[in-house]
């Protein structure tokens, strides 16, 4: 079946630093979505990428989904310790509904 | 608005025991989902459901786990005798079809 492989699995920083977490599928993606989960908390949805080559901002956030549609990543300018939490990508293989979630990186940001 | 609630918020349980997990996913919406968390790890997808019909049930760990959903609305998910390996979070989403995941805050599932 599908799978997503996402790395790191951990990211250390120390706040102002830039970071970066890659999403990669076995299979092409119809679309990828990325989602943050806090310590403690459930993920919530930040964008979705829809088009090969897709780039897309958010303040801070530049989220890029690869021109296979295989791959993904999420990068973030200058850290914040708002920016603490786990990272999720998740693919969607062509269903109408299912998405396959990576593990996640968890980024930790020294003050 | 409501977001997507789910309770029990934390559940201990004995081995053996039967547990039930209740979603209320945002009115409106078609899609729900149920996924597993263990600790420091991803989601794992159990059954998606659209309306109340279940067309994938792909990712129940074993048939001690079954789920509905009544009304196109809420969702129980039933494990019966529990095991330790059963402990996680119990994670619900509800989205219009292939659109961003609402999730709820979970169920933390202590299988002593």
């Known amino acids: 079946g599908q799978q997503v492989m996402q790395i790191p699995q951990y990211q250390h920083v120390q706040e102002g630093e830039d970071f970066t977490t890659y999403c990669n599928s076995s299979t092409t993606l119809s679309n990828i979505q990325w989602y943050k989960q806090r310590p403690g908390g459930h993920p919530v949805f930040l964008i979705q990428?829809?088009?090969?080559?897709e780039v897309k901002k958010q303040k801070r956030l530049t989220f890029q989904f690869g021109e296979a549609k295989k791959n993904s990543s999420l990068h973030i300018t200058a850290t914040q310790t708002t920016d603490v939490g786990t990272y999720f990508c998740?693919?969607?293989?062509?269903?109408?509904?299912?998405?396959?979630f990576g593990k996640g990186t968890l980024l930790t940001v020294n003050p | 608005g409501a977001g997507v609630s789910q309770s029990p918020s934390n559940k201990v349980t004995e081995k053996g025991k039967d547990v039930e997990l209740r979603c209320d996913p945002i009115?409106?919406?078609?899609?729900l989902y149920w996924y597993r968390q263990s600790l420091g790890q991803g989601l794992e997808f159990l059954i998606y459901?659209?309306?109340?019909?279940?067309?994938?049930k792909s990712g129940l760990p074993s048939d001690r786990f079954s789920a509905e959903r009544t009304g196109g609305s809420v969702s129980t998910l039933t494990i019966q005798r529990t095991q330790q390996e059963d402990s996680a979070v119990y994670l619900c989403a509800s989205s219009l079809v292939v659109h961003e995941q609402f999730f709820g805050p979970g169920t933390r599932l202590t299988v002593l």
């Open positions: 990428l829809v088009k090969s080559g």
């Open positions: 009115s409106g919406h078609t899609a």
């Open positions: 998740a693919g969607n293989g062509g269903s109408n509904y299912k998405l396959t």
């Open positions: 459901f659209q309306g109340n019909s279940a067309p994938d």
